[in-house]
Each structure stands twice: as structure tokens, then as C-alpha cells.
């Protein structure tokens, strides 16, 4: 167990030196297009004085910040500014706003150079940044990606951050072992990036444990590692679900996290699953006598639904009224069909309001198709 989050670590830690190794343009040719593209600037201010402002000088440095760094950014810069003082000595006399555009491009080069200093503190250039979080964001998406299914059961999942953030704090981690289905939604603390990469690095771990511990064990091996992280309000909420794939019997557990709902075909009802309670994760060590777990059975068309407390937390912060709102929006979800609903509930409760990131899991088993259905369909297509 401990090996496995370990060796997910490491990739982890690869998948960023990889990023932060692999520039995103060549900047040799990068630096010679700066010249070049100086040059006709220049040719262009000189001959255009005084109608055109030589201000068209600071978006060449705003644009040389964007694509390189260090030394190439420093010579980039260089040369843009050697055209332009090359062309506020030609053209002076003629040009009474040279003050002001001399003051804003020196400012602009202040800015530029601090903030690459910073971005080189921080270890991490802008050139590679956007690739970097691109690759970590498909990382924390496939890790999501629900095992390969037998045709009696299936997994769909949706997770939309909060005010079109990039990133969310809510993650999903699946794995299959044997005939059962590992599956946990954790909902990390905060919004943003900063949560995002908390939940990147978490799930990591929480994705090496899945399938290597028994479900009694998982809640308080995810718990003790959190703590040892000790991240400032470094907490989270999570649910755990192992189903048998064949037969449906489930067993959920949660850590501070809203309870999951079962709905039964038959009756065309919802029951709210209760006895599974626990503590959030990262605040106090606890065993698995902390983590009470509940269970029951999934039969043909019935639908199991995991959600994060976004998907229910209205803007009044009544969490029981959110519920009863979201088991409504389930059940005209389910209605249309299971395929698909996971994507409509999160959907239509992001316009009931809330600011909070919102993740929802649909488990269900399909209805075996009978043989009279299989024979009618193959003669019609006959």
C-alpha cells in the first residue's frame, strides 16, 4: 500500500519535470523573429513619424515576457529597446510624446523583469506554466476514468468547478479489484488552483491506496495521510463505495462528507443511505472504528448517487432543503435515462445557485434486456 502511493508520487513529481523540461517554442527562433519583427517596427515608426505613436515598442516587450525567459528574455528586450531608442534619436524633434512613452516602457521593463525574477524563485517559468498545469489537469481527469465495466454495471461522473475556474477541489479516483468496483469522491478544502493542486497531489495518493486496501481500511489510511501533509486548512470531505459488479451488494463510507443516495426501481423512489458517518479527513487520527460504514444492494435499474455538498448548498446554506431540491433534479434526471444524468444534475443545480465547486457519481445497473426484446429487435432489423 504504502509502496504503491509512493510510486504515485514519483510519477507525479515526473509529469512536472517533464513540463517544466519541454519548452513550448524553440527560443533561438523566437529571439530572431524579435529582431526581425523590431526591425520593421523601427523601419515603420521612422518613416510613419509623427502619426505613428512609438508606443507600438511596449507590445513587443509585453509579448517577449510571454515567450521567453532568462537570458533570451533579457536579450529579447535588449534588442526592442535598442530599436527604440535607435528611433526616438531619428525621429525626437518630431515626436513631443517621447517623455511619456520613454516613462511607460521603462515601467512596462520593470514590471517584466520582476516578474520574471519571481516566476525563477518560484522554480516554475511562465514559457512552461500553462503546459505544466495542462498536463497535471489531464493527469487528475484520468484518474477519474472509471475501470472497464461488466455489461451489469456502469460508472458516469461529472465535475464542475466554481465561477469557471480551470480547476476544482473535488476529484474522483476509481479502481477494480476482482469482481468489486473501488470508487471515492473527495471534495479538498478551498477553490481555485490553490485546491487544485491540493487535490492533484491527494488524489495521487488516494489512487494508490484505492485498490490496495479493504474498504474498512481506506477512509483512515486516507485520513493519516492527510495528516502528515499538515497543510494549512489542509482538510477534506470524502465518500467510498465498493460494489460487487455481479450481484449489486454495496458498502458506502463517508468522512464529513453529505450521505449517498440509493434510488429503487421497483418503488421509483429515493432513500437517503444512513449509518455511514465519519470525521473530515486531516483533522485528528482516527482507526476504522471511526469510520461506520452502510450497505445495501443495487438490483437491475436501480441507480446509486454520490454527490459533493456543492451540488446541495444553496445560497441560503439550508443543506436539508438543498437535498430534498437535488433528489427532485435526480429524479428528473434519472427519468430520461441513467446515461447521461450524472452531467444534468450537476448542470441544472449550478443555476439553482452556490459558489462552491459541484461533483456528482451515477452507479447503476442496467435492466436486463429480455429475450422476447432481443428477438423482437432482431427481427425488425430483419
Given amino acids: 500500500m504504502v509502496l504503491e502511493a509512493q510510486r504515485e508520487q514519483t510519477r507525479l513529481r515526473q509529469s512536472v519535470q517533464r513540463a517544466v523540461a519541454t519548452p513550448i517554442s524553440k527560443p533561438h527562433s523566437v529571439v530572431v523573429a524579435f529582431a526581425l519583427l523590431t526591425a520593421i517596427v523601427c523601419a515603420a515608426a521612422i518613416a510613419l513619424t509623427p502619426t505613428m ?19 533570451r528574455l533579457a536579450l529579447a528586450i535588449a534588442i526592442v529597446l535598442t530599436g527604440y531608442v535607435t528611433t526616438a534619436a531619428i525621429t525626437w524633434s518630431d515626436a513631443p510624446t517621447q517623455w511619456s512613452v520613454a516613462v511607460a516602457l521603462a515601467l512596462i521593463v520593470g514590471i517584466v523583469a520582476f516578474a520574471n525574477r519571481q516566476r525563477f524563485t518560484m522554480g516554475v517559468p511562465l514559457s512552461v506554466g500553462s503546459s505544466m498545469l495542462k498536463d497535471l489537469r489531464q493527469r487528475l481527469d484520468t484518474q477519474a476514468l472509471p475501470p472497464e465495466m461488466p455489461d451489469g454495471m456502469r460508472v458516469e461522473h461529472c465535475v464542475m468547478p466554481s465561477r469557471g475556474d480551470a480547476f476544482s477541489g473535488d476529484f474522483v479516483v476509481a479502481a477494480r479489484r476482482d469482481d468489486h468496483l473501488l470508487l471515492a469522491l473527495t471534495d479538498v478544502s478551498g477553490h481555485g488552483p490553490s485546491a487544485g493542486m491540493r487535490a492533484l497531489l491527494l488524489s495521487g495518493a488516494l489512487a494508490g491506496l484505492l485498490g490496495e486496501t479493504r474498504p474498512e481500511d481506506f477512509l483512515p ?49 429515493w432513500e437517503m443511505i444512513t449509518g ?7 483533522l485528528f487520527d482516527q482507526g ?13 435499474g436501480d441507480v446509486l448517487l454520490l454527490y459533493t455538498d456543492g451540488v446541495v448548498e444553496g445560497p441560503d446554506g439550508d443543506l436539508a432543503a438543498g437535498t430534498q431540491q437535488m433528489l427532485g433534479l435526480a429524479q428528473q434526471a434519472i427519468s430520461a435515462g441513467p446515461e447521461g444524468a450524472a452531467q444534468r444534475i ?10 462552491d465547486d459541484r461533483s456528482v457519481v451515477v452507479i447503476w445497473r442496467p435492466v436486463p434486456e429480455s429475450s422476447e426484446s432481443r428477438h423482437a429487435r432482431g427481427t425488425a432489423s430483419v
Fill in 276 to 282: 455511514a458517518a465519519g470525521l473530515l479527513l486531516g
Fill in 288 to 300: 476504522p472504528q471511526d469510520y461506520a460504514r452502510a450497505g445495501g444492494v443495487l438490483e437491475p
Fill in 221 to 269: 489510511g486516507a485520513n493519516r495521510y492527510l495528516i502528515r501533509q499538515g497543510w494549512r486548512d489542509g482538510f477534506a470531505s470524502a465518500i467510498h463505495v465498493s460494489i460487487n459488479v455481479e450481484d449489486g451488494e454495496y458498502c458506502v463510507g463517508t468522512a464529513g462528507h453529505p450521505s449517498a443516495a440509493h434510488y429503487h426501481a421497483g418503488s421509483r423512489r
Fill in 346 to 355: 450537476c448542470g441544472a443545480s449550478a443555476r439553482t445557485g452556490g459558489q
Fill in 53 to 71: 505613436s512609438h508606443a507600438v515598442f511596449i507590445p513587443l516587450i509585453v509579448a517577449a515576457a510571454f515567450l521567453l525567459s532568462g537570458r
